[in-house]
C-alpha cells in the first residue's frame, strides 16, 4: 500500500526559496511528479522524474528543481525565485500510467498535499 504525505509548504515573500519534500510509506515508486492546484484553477503538472530524467513546466523550467531524496524522503521538490503566482496546494503524485508525465491525471497515487502561499 501506497501512501504519499507532502510536507514543506509555507508563506514566503516573493523572490524566496522553499523545498517541498514527500515521504512514501510503500514500495518504491519508479516514476513520481509534482503537481500543484491554485483556487478556482485546474490542477497543473510542475515536474515529473523518472530514473533520473526529468521534466518541467514551462512555467517553472529554471526555477524548480525535482529529486529523489534521502532513504526517507520519496521525492524533494527545490523551489526558488518564487512568484505570487505559485501560489498554490502542492501535490506529490506517484506510479505513472502513460501519457503525458506532466499530467497529474496519470498518476495511480497523490497525496494530501502541503500549501505554499507567496505574497508580494
Known amino acids: 500500500q501506497v501512501q504519499l504525505v507532502e510536507s514543506g509548504g509555507d508563506a514566503v515573500q516573493t523572490g524566496d526559496s522553499l523545498t517541498l519534500s514527500c515521504m512514501n510509506s510503500?514500495?518504491?515508486?519508479?516514476?513520481m511528479a509534482w503537481y500543484r492546484q491554485a483556487p478556482g484553477k485546474e490542477r497543473e503538472g510542475v515536474a515529473a522524474?523518472?530514473?533520473?530524467?526529468?521534466y518541467y513546466a514551462d512555467s517553472v523550467k529554471g526555477r524548480f528543481t525535482i529529486s529523489r531524496g534521502s532513504s526517507n524522503a520519496a521525492l524533494t521538490l527545490h523551489m526558488t525565485g518564487l512568484q505570487p503566482e505559485d501560489t498554490a496546494m502542492y501535490y506529490c503524485?506517484?506510479?505513472?500510467?502513460?501519457?503525458?508525465?506532466?499530467?497529474?491525471?496519470?498518476?495511480?497515487?497523490r497525496g494530501q498535499g502541503t500549501q505554499v502561499t507567496v505574497s508580494s
Open positions: 503524485a506517484g506510479d505513472f500510467l502513460g501519457g503525458s508525465r506532466l499530467d497529474p491525471e496519470r498518476y495511480r497515487y
Open positions: 510503500g514500495y518504491y515508486l519508479a516514476s
Open positions: 522524474e523518472t530514473s533520473g530524467r526529468t
